[in-house]
Every structure is written in structure tokens, then in C-alpha cells.
């Protein structure tokens, strides 16, 4: 019996010229985050186009303030668990904060990385300013796809004045116009959109020739993606505006951890169907033992 889930079992690999496919064809593209086996397991299962190993896993995972403290070796830990879980989508891997900002060598190292460690198809950086475009252009011409991202970044969310929209005035819009028209140059092949008002993504959209993938960026991207913690409410809080809610299993895990909890207090838990037995004569043999 195949292992695949039943999502997965039908279809083959996803790839770039199928993504790309599917954009001419107007057929949304669907992008999850995951982390881990089971995250991917169940994007999978789904039927996902594309599976993002998001840095956001600093903040829904290792517990940690922002996305800034992630380190390239606690990526690739969950990169390479969800590569495991993963079996047709396409997998992408955030390169994080430090990874390849320095220089295109450090960058193009960075992402081979997560090639050959991790298993990822791709690697997606954050910003469309300058360093970001030559990054993005030095990894695309190691053989590494690359995926851009503008509009909310937030590796550099304090630059931006925190974790808000991006593009609410003209300049701002023209900027992160600028910086997706230089990252489709540089040769990415998809780019995601980020908390940019819907009206910026409806007039930019005619003009990138690559699949964009929104988060909070309006209908008219040729894809979504929503963090796999916030869509099915394993979080305290609602989360950001865009975050649509499809299950709650943050209480749903609180309330059976405390059911079980109360079931050791009590001795309710284990009862005898949840022990095993031994031959009697067995039993005999090794008490006598004992007692010698």
C-alpha cells in the first residue's frame, strides 16, 4: 500500500514550469507553511502546490520573539524534517536573518545548503532593495531557484516600523513596485507578496511575468500562503488581519493535555486495557526468582 497521502498519490512532482502553468492557466496556486513531518504530512494530504519552511517557524516552533534570532542550523533541522514529509509539492526554504546578506558568496552558500542538507527545491529571500536583487541574482546563477518576497519583510520589520502594512502611500508602493520588477530581473521565478493593500497588488499583477503568491495582498495574486499555525489556530490570539481561522487546535491540544492530566491525578489512567500481560507460569518462575 503506498504511504503517500491520498491528496498526493495522483498527481507527480510539483514543479517551476508547472507553477508557471498554472498561472497562465489562472488556476490559483496554493502555498502553505510547515516545519516539521506532520505539518507536511497534513499540506500534503491537502494537496498543496507548494510547501514554505518559513523562518516564521522561530516564532511557532523554537519559541522564540521574531524571526531575527534563527539560526541557518535550526532551519535546516526543519527544512530537512519537512523535506521528509513532503513528497510532490514543491519545497521552499527561507534563507534567514544573516544568512546572505553579507556577500553573494555568503548568500550562494547559504542556499546551496539547503539544497544539498535540507533536500529544498528553493530558497526564498526577503526585500527587494539592492543587496536583496543581487543576492537573489547570484543564487539563481549557482543553479538555486529563488523565490523574492516584498512588502511586509520581517527580518527587517523594525526597519519598516513594525509589523504593518506595506505600500498605504505612493512611495512606499513604488518602492516595493521597483523592488518585484528587479527580482523577476534578477531571475526569480516567483515572487510573494506580503500586507500590501489589494488595489497596489490589482495594479501591479499585469506586470510581473512570474507567479505571485499573497499574504494579506488581495485576490489578485495568483496564489495565497498562510502560516499552517495560524490557519489552524495553534496559537494564542487571532493573529494578524489577514489570517483566516480554519480549525482551533491550540484549545483542542490544551483541553486533551489536561484531560490526561486529570486522569493520572485521579487514577483513572492507565487501567487494566491499557497494560500487558504475562503467562501465569512465567509470572511464577520470575516472582520465585525474586524471592531467592
Known amino acids: 500500500m503506498s504511504s503517500k497521502p491520498a491528496a498526493a498519490a495522483g498527481r507527480g512532482q510539483i514543479t517551476i514550469p508547472h507553477l508557471r ?40 516552533v523554537l519559541g522564540y520573539p521574531s524571526t531575527v534570532p534563527v539560526s541557518t542550523d535550526e532551519m535546516l533541522v526543519l527544512a530537512a524534517a519537512t523535506r521528509r514529509g513532503t513528497t510532490t509539492a514543491l519545497l521552499v526554504a527561507d534563507l534567514p536573518f544573516g544568512s ?20 529544498a527545491d528553493a530558497v526564498k529571500l526577503e526585500g527587494g532593495g539592492v543587496m536583496s536583487v543581487r543576492r537573489a541574482a547570484a543564487v ?39 523592488g518585484a ?39 489578485d495574486t495568483d496564489g495565497q500562503v498562510l502560516v499552517f499555525h495560524d490557519l489552524l489556530g495553534i496559537r494564542d490570539g487571532g493573529g494578524a488581519r489577514f489570517v483566516k481561522r480554519y480549525a482551533d487546535l ?23 486495557e491499557h497494560g500487558y500481560s504475562i503467562d501465569p507460569v512465567q509470572l511464577a518462575r520470575f516472582t520465585e526468582t525474586l524471592d531467592d
Not at 493593500?197 to 503568491?213: K, Y
Open 100 to 119: 546572505y546578506e553579507v556577500s553573494d558568496e555568503q548568500a550562494v552558500a547559504t542556499a546551496i545548503r539547503f539544497v544539498k542538507e535540507a533536500g
Open 250 to 272: 491550540q484549545q483542542a491540544m490544551n483541553d486533551g493535555v489536561a484531560a490526561y492530566a486529570d486522569d493520572v491525578r485521579s487514577g483513572a489512567y492507565p487501567t487494566a
Open 181 to 219: 520588477l528587479a527580482l523577476q530581473e534578477a531571475g526569480c521565478f516567483s515572487l510573494v507578496f506580503e500586507a500590501v493593500p489589494n488595489a497596489v497588488t490589482a495594479a501591479l499583477m499585469p506586470r510581473v511575468g512570474i507567479p505571485v503568491i499573497g499574504i494579506g495582498a488581495g485576490p
Open 21 to 60: 502553468a498554472l498561472k497562465d492557466a489562472g488556476t490559483p496556486i496554493v502555498m502553505v507553511t510547515a516545519y516539521d513531518y506532520p505539518s507536511a504530512r497534513a499540506a500534503e494530504a491537502a494537496g498543496v502546490d507548494i510547501v514554505l519552511v518559513g523562518d516564521s517557524g522561530a516564532q511557532t
Open 140 to 178: 539563481v546563477a549557482a543553479g538555486v531557484p529563488v523565490m523574492g518576497h516584498v512588502g511586509l519583510t520581517p527580518q527587517t520589520a523594525t526597519a519598516l516600523g513594525g509589523y504593518k502594512a506595506q505600500g498605504r502611500n505612493a512611495d512606499s508602493a513604488i518602492a516595493i513596485a521597483r
